[in-house]
Structure formats: structure tokens, C-alpha cells
């Protein structure tokens, strides 16, 4: 059996390895006499060591050896560690980790690693640790020139652009290089690629765009591009994101005879769906079957499990219809095969949920490594805490939530917690704390950052807004708490008196608040000036298959999720009280608002003279609310369909969904309705 047939377990098998060896070396950081920690990392590095040799990576089993080397030696008791060696040991973690993701991008797992291999010889010889010649400006624009050659191109990327050139499409080579001043270099590359999507289709990328996400990349980076606009205005879109610093457009020239094409069709549409395949490639997914014996994958491109889900959506509709059917012709033996055929259906759509949600702690974990460099540039002692890291998402929202939650961290750190010494002065603890949390609330996960440190200023917020013209000093005076935390969010707006390494230009909560709401989320913030802060990102599960309530307001029907009742009730209006100009009632000892959908929604028909409200009984987090509504239908199994880009803003409406009979129901937004 060939080598690669093992590559998948290595990369995965590597993954973990080297996320337990930056989990063992935070927790031998706090502890660094405590051997058993130090020979859990020498394992992990032996492991890996191993492993590597054996699929012929050698530069990454090299590497691996001298860290061993130095572990080897403080378990011996020949070296202590200490903040110094435990930098360079998470540095050697740091190349691992690129060489691994090298690999996984069909590389060879090569890197120059001269630097922290010298250091990790000197500390293995007892040696002061050498300082190393930075790289000139000129050697690091040299190593990062990144120019495509035609043969770097396949044959389906080379069929792409020979079908563009004869529809008289340009193929433009695109340079982009970020200013060094740049610190959020994914989130620019992120809104360049947004624009580049905008005008044209991008076919390559150097980087690659998963380099490019982790910013493993210096400060430049080169895109093919396909594209009927001319170069000049390509280039003048790219210019207006901020912190670029330099942007040369060329046409990409290849020889068409330089690659030999099989079986490639000559039909732009065909072709474009080649592409489309080539680049879900990039994509795919790993569903793992596990057993007591051994663990099994098999890796399945995201959109055949996107094809798989619309199918059985439709199932689920034509189930809903049959259910009525039987239920309207009484038929014993077309019951029974309903019945069967609903069972084994709920089953096949557990697992086909299942098998696109994962856990939110495959982008936790890689904050406390995060969290400690920062602490340690900025000087402040942080406690992080990190709740809820096996709340589930679908894996498309998990893709896209790592950069938001960066920059809002980052934020935290640098504008929120003080310095050991300010705290004391202050009376507060020298130690800050930052919490990270997650849970489920209705059919959406609340994402919870918060800390103890300075909060948000309110009065230099406004000022700030008024000076860059956000807002006006009349606006200014009548803006809530809430509207004036959410000035942050504007593109530009920093409150920094000085630029720091961390944050201060203004970018970053732009890129959040833009990044969330594509998702179909919001952020909301709550700040208590010397308390602290808490921002909240609210996102949909994007489950396609949701259990609602369905309920009836003047003939309409609505579909409220059943994740977010508590319970129903059917209450005499005798019962109602009023408190602030809202109708209320008393619900097992607390104050609950009555809001009727009939008035939200705007239901026409008229009001019938009855003496009892039926009410839904809804909760999100402490809040809860009772929705009034004309008649409960039952329970029922929905699929979530959306409701379009023309029907965006529309109140506390998450979509919609096509009901057995053909009819159509909206799907309630309870968390809207509590706030």
C-alpha cells in the first residue's frame, strides 16, 4: 500500500499532536516544574517525530527532534525550563503547525526553520539563546514574490482561462501587498476577496486561501483573476480597503500548448462546473464513523452534503403530506406505512444534521494560545476562561465565526483590560478576567465575550462620532446607552489615543459586525464604564429541519420553534394586568409581557369577543415573553427555507416553510420579539 493512501490519518493525527502540544505547554507555563506535563509534550513530540519520518516529511521530523532534544533534557533534570525556553519551544509548535498546513495543501512540508532550530541547540547546549539577523525589507519582498507559472496551473484552472480569452474575458494577474502597519491581515484579504468576487472570478491564489485566512503569509499575496473590467478600475476597488499598499494588475500569459487537456468539455457552462468541482475540492469534509476498535473517514465534498439536505427537505414536505392524507382516509395499512416511513425518516435526518454540525471548540481552542502572546506583548495579566465549547454549528458557520471572534478578543485584551498596575489603583484584582462562552438559545447559538476591565466610555464615543461626522451633537443627545455602544462598530471608529501593535487604526469591529450579519447574525454590546463589557454575537443554527409550534393568528399560520417555549397556557383575559403601559401577567411567581402577533404582524381580520387568550410562553436566556395568538395547531417537523434578498429586514421573521397542504407558514423569530 502506497504512503499517501495514509496521508488523511497524518494530517489529522498531526493536527492533534500539535493542538495538545500548545494546550500542555499553556498548562506547563503556569507550572513549569511539573514533569508529567513535560513528558506529555515529549510523547506528543515523539509521536509526531515518528510519524513524519515515516511518510518521508523530513524537515518537519527534524524539527521535531531537536524540540525533543531540549524536552528530553528538562525531564532529565539537565535544564530548567523557564518563560524564555518555553517561547522558543511555542515557536517550534508555531513552524510545525505551517509545515502541517503546507502539507495539507498538497505541499512538501519544507520551511526554513534556521532560526528556532539554533535556538533550540543552544538552550539543548546550555547556551545564551542567539540572536538572530532580522530579514531585510528587500530579502522579505524577494521571498513573498508571489508569481504564478503556467505550469503551477491544472487542467482545469488552464481550461477556464483559454474559455474566458475566447468569450473575451481578461485574465489579470493580481499583486496585492498590505501595509507592514497591518495587523489584521486576514480580514483585509477577506474584503478584497469580496470585492475581486464582486467584478470577476478568482482561479488561483498564493498563498493559498487557507494560508491566507491563518495569515501565513508575510504581507503580499497574487490572485488569477477572470474578469470583464478593465484592470485600471479592478485596481482603484482594491485601493479603497483600507491599509493596502500597493496593488499591480498584469494580464496572465500561459501557452496553451504547454498542458496536455483530457476530456474537457467545450462548452463555457461545462467548464465552469469543472471549476466550480475543482475549487469545492478545497472544501471538503471529513464525516467520521467511530467504533470501539478503530476510527474510520471518509472525506465528502460539502455540497454533495448540501444536494443531500435539499433532497430530503423535500422528503420532509411530501412526509408532511402523506401524514395528512392518511389522517383524512383512515386507511389502517396506509397509516401503518406512513407511520414507518416517518420513523425511519426522522432517523435519516438526525444523522444527515449531524453530520454538518460540529463543535464550536474546533475555534476555541486555539484561543489561549492567542491570549497568552497578547498578555505577554501588552504587559497585562489575563485570566481566560473559556464555557460552552461543545455547543454544535453547522460547519459553514463554524468556517466563517474564527475571524470575528479574533478581533473582538484582541479588542478586549487591548481596550478593555487594564495593566496589572492601573487595576490596583483602581482597587480591582492585578489580574483581569476574559470569558468566552457559548450556548444554545431557541434555534440560535449566543456567542458571549466579556471581561472586568475599563468598559466603554460613553461620552468620548460620542465625542469621537461627532468629530468623524457619524452622527450630530443633536443625534447625540437623544441616542440610548445601546445606540451609543454600537457606534464602535463603524467602520474607522477607534477610541485608541495611540496606535498600539494590537488595535487603534479603527479596523476589526467593521470587518465583525459586516462578517456576522452575512451570516444571518447581530452583535449587540452592553458596557458599564470601570465594570466591564460584553459583547454578544446572536447566530442562526442554520438548521434546514427545525420542530415548531404551529399556531394560527386570523387564518394565518405561524411556526414558532419549539427550542424556544417553555410552555402553553390558556389564560382568561380577567387575568391580564398592565405594567408600563404593556399588558402582563403573572407566570409562576414572575412578570411576564404579553405581545400579540396579531399587532406585530399586522394580521388583517377581525377581533373575535372572546374571554380567554391563548398564549405561548417563549424564553431567551432570563427574558421570556407570552406571544398571544388565536389557536395552537400542534407540532410539527419544518423545513427552514429563506426568504430571499428582497425580504431581508423583515421583523422578526427567520423565514419560511411549505406546510403539507401546500400552504405557507412564517417561522417566528422569538429572539427578536423578547428584545
Do not use: W
Not at 176 to 194: D, I, N, P, T
Request: aromatic share 4%; net charge negative.
Amino acid at each position: 500500500m502506497e504512503m499517501n493512501e495514509y496521508l488523511d490519518v497524518f494530517i489529522e493525527e498531526s493536527k492533534e499532536h500539535i493542538q495538545a502540544l500548545n494546550d500542555h505547554l499553556l498548562k506547563l507555563e503556569n507550572d513549569p516544574t511539573n514533569l508529567d506535563m513535560v513528558n506529555e509534550i515529549f510523547r506528543s513530540a515523539h509521536t509526531l517525530k515518528g510519524m513524519s519520518a515515516t511518510m518521508g516529511f523530513q524537515d518537519l521530523a527534524d524539527l521535531t527532534h531537536k524540540m525533543e532534544n531540549v524536552l528530553d533534557a528538562v525531564r532529565n533534570g539537565n535544564i530548567m525550563m523557564n518563560s524564555a525556553i518555553l517561547d522558543v519551544v511555542f515557536d517550534s509548535v508555531d513552524q510545525l503547525e505551517a509545515m502541517v498546513l503546507d502539507i495539507v495543501d498538497g505541499g512538501e512540508g519544507k520551511k526554513d526553520v534556521s532560526k528556532v532550530v539554533k535556538q533550540l541547540e543552544a538552550i539543548e547546549q546550555g547556551e545564551a539563546l542567539p540572536e538572530v539577523a532580522a530579514t531585510t525589507e528587500a530579502e522579505a519582498v524577494q521571498s513573498q514574490s508571489n508569481q504564478f507559472s503556467p505550469n503551477e496551473l491544472d487542467q482545469f484552472e488552464v481550461a477556464v482561462l483559454e474559455q474566458s480569452q475566447e468569450k473575451g474575458y481578461s485574465n489579470y494577474q493580481i499583486n496585492v501587498r498590505l501595509q507592514e502597519s497591518c495587523l489584521l491581515k486576514a480580514a483585509r484579504v477577506y474584503m478584497v476577496f469580496q470585492i475581486l468576487e464582486q467584478v470577476g472570478e478568482v482561479i488561483k491564489s498564493e498563498p493559498t486561501v487557507s494560508e491566507l485566512e491563518d495569515e501565513n503569509f508575510e504581507y503580499d499575496f497574487t490572485v488569477i483573476l477572470v474578469t470583464n473590467e478593465p484592470a485600471e478600475d479592478v485596481k482603484q476597488k482594491i485601493l479603497k480597503v483600507s491599509e493596502i499598499a500597493e496593488v499591480n494588475v498584469s494580464l496572465f500569459e500561459f501557452d496553451n500548448n504547454t498542458h496536455h487537456q483530457e476530456e474537457i468539455s467545450e462548452t463555457g457552462n461545462e467548464v465552469e462546473l469543472a471549476s466550480s468541482d475543482t475549487r469545492a475540492d478545497n472544501k471538503e469534509e471529513k464525516v467520521s464513523s467511530k467504533s470501539q476498535v478503530t476510527s474510520k473517514t471518509i472525506r465528502v465534498n460539502i455540497e454533495r452534503l448540501d444536494a443531500l439536505m435539499n433532497l430530503f427537505e423535500e422528503l420532509v414536505i411530501d412526509r408532511g403530506r402523506l401524514e395528512q392524507i392518511s389522517a383524512t382516509m383512515k386507511d389502517p395499512e396506509l397509516q401503518e406505512t406512513v407511520e414507518r416511513m416517518t420513523r425511519i425518516s426522522g432517523d435519516l435526518q438526525n444523522i444527515i444534521l449531524n453530520m454538518r454540525m460540529v463543535p464550536i471548540d474546533q475555534v476555541f481552542n486555539r484561543f489561549p494560545r492567542m491570549v497568552r502572546q497578547l498578555a505577554k506583548d501588552l504587559n497585562k495579566q489575563i485570566n481566560f476562561e473559556v464555557t460552552g465549547a461543545e455547543t454544535e454549528l453547522d460547519r459553514t458557520v463554524i468556517d466563517e465565526i474564527g475571524d470575528p471572534l479574533v478581533h473582538l478578543i484582541r479588542n478586549a485584551i487591548d481596550h478593555g483590560i487594564e495593566t496589572a498596575t492601573e487595576r490596583k489603583e483602581k482597587g480591582k484584582p492585578e489580574e483581569g478576567t476574559l470569558k468566552l462562552n457559548a450556548y444554545h438559545s431557541g434555534n440560535h447559538v449566543i456567542i458571549e465575550i466579556s471581561d472586568d476591565g475599563a468598559g466603554i466610555n460613553k461620552d468620548k464615543v460620542v465625542n469621537k462620532a461627532i468629530t468623524n461626522g457619524v452622527i450630530t451633537r443633536e443625534q447625540a443627545d437623544s441616542l440610548s446607552d445601546t445606540q451609543i455602544h454600537q457606534l464602535i462598530l463603524a467602520s474607522g471608529f477607534s477610541t485608541a489615543d495611540e496606535i498600539s501593535d494590537i488595535s487603534g487604526r479603527g479596523v476589526g469591529l467593521d470587518v465583525v459586525k459586516n462578517t456576522i450579519e452575512s451570516l444571518g447574525g447581530n452583535i449587540s454590546i452592553d458596557s458599564e464604564l470601570g465594570k466591564g463589557s460584553l459583547f454578544s454575537i446572536q447566530l442562526p443554527l442554520t438548521l434546514s429541519i427545525i420542530s415548531v409550534l404551529l399556531v394560527e393568528v386570523h387564518k394565518e399560520k405561524y411556526a414558532i420553534p419549539l427550542s424556544s417555549i417553555i410552555e402553553t397556557a390558556v389564560i382568561n383575559k380577567t387575568d391580564i394586568m398592565h405594567a408600563h403601559n404593556k399588558k402582563v401577567i403573572d407566570f409562576r411567581g414572575k412578570v411576564v409581557p404579553l405581545i400579540s402577533l396579531e399587532q406585530v404582524f399586522e394580521v388583517p381580520g377581525e377581533n373575535e369577543d372572546d374571554q380567554f387568550y391563548s398564549i405561548v410562553i417563549i424564553r431567551q436566556g432570563d427574558k421570556m415573553a407570552g406571544l398571544i395568538v388565536d389557536t395552537f395547531i400542534g407540532q410539527q417537523e419544518i423545513v427552514l427555507k429563506s426568504l430571499g434578498n428582497y425580504l431581508t429586514d423583515v421583523f422578526a421573521i427567520s423565514g419560511a416553510t411549505i406546510l403539507g397542504d401546500g400552504q405557507v407558514a412564517l417561522i417566528v423569530d422569538t429572539n427578536a420579539l423578547i428584545k
